[in-house]
C-alpha cells in the first residue's frame, strides 16, 4: 500500500486536478493542484530528496494545462485537451527508454536506494518493459480519449473519461506493484533476463 501511494503521490498534481474539474470545476482544480505541488516541494526539501522527471511532469502539465483552460475555452481546444496531455505522458515515458534510467526505474531508485547494486542490468531490463507498458498505456488514452471528446458531448466525455481514467490508471498502478515479482520470476524461470541469456555461436 505504501509503494501505491508513493507512486500516486508521483502523479498527485495532476489527478487532483483532473478529479476536482470533474467535479468542483476549473478555478478549484488549478488551486488544489498548486497547493499539492507546493506541499511535495517543501517535503521533497525538508528530506533533502530530488523531485524525479515524473513529478516534474505531472506538476507543470496541471498547471500549465489549468492556466491555458482560463484563456483557452474554445470547443476544438477542450476536445483535444486530454488528448495531448496523454500523449505528453506517453511521449515521457517512450522517451526515457533511450536514457540510462528510465522513469520508472527513477522512481523505484528514490523509493529505494541502492536497488541497482544487485543485477543492474536484469533490473534495468525490468524497468524497461514496465516503462515501456506505461507508455503504451497513455498512447492508447489519448486515442480513446480523442474518439470520446469527437464523438460524444463534453459533459458525458468528461464524466466518462475521469471514470474511465481513474480506474485504469489504478488497475495498471497495482498489476505493476503486485504482478512485479511473479513476472520478474517468470522471466528468469524462461531465461529473458539479460543475465540469463545465452550468447549465440556464430
Known sequence: MKTIVYFGREFGPLIAFVAMN???GLKPAIAVSLVWTLTEILILLKSR????????????VAIIFGTLDLFLSGPFFLKIEA????????ILFGLSLLRKRSVIQEIAEQKHPGLMEEDPKDRRFFF??????????YLARAVAFTWLNFTTDFS??????????MVSFWILLGASIFLSGPAWRLLVRF???PSKRVPSVV
Open 128 to 137: 524497461g518493459i514496465l516503462t515501456f507498458i506505461w507508455c503504451v498505456y
Open 156 to 165: 458525458s466525455s468528461l464524466y466518462i473519461r475521469t471514470g474511465l481514467g
Open 22 to 24: 470533474a467535479l468542483v
Open 83 to 90: 488528448a495531448v496531455i496523454n500523449a505528453i505522458f506517453s
Open 191 to 193: 531465461g529473458w533476463m
Open 49 to 60: 530528496s530530488k523531485p524525479t522527471t515524473l513529478f516534474i511532469v505531472s506538476s507543470s
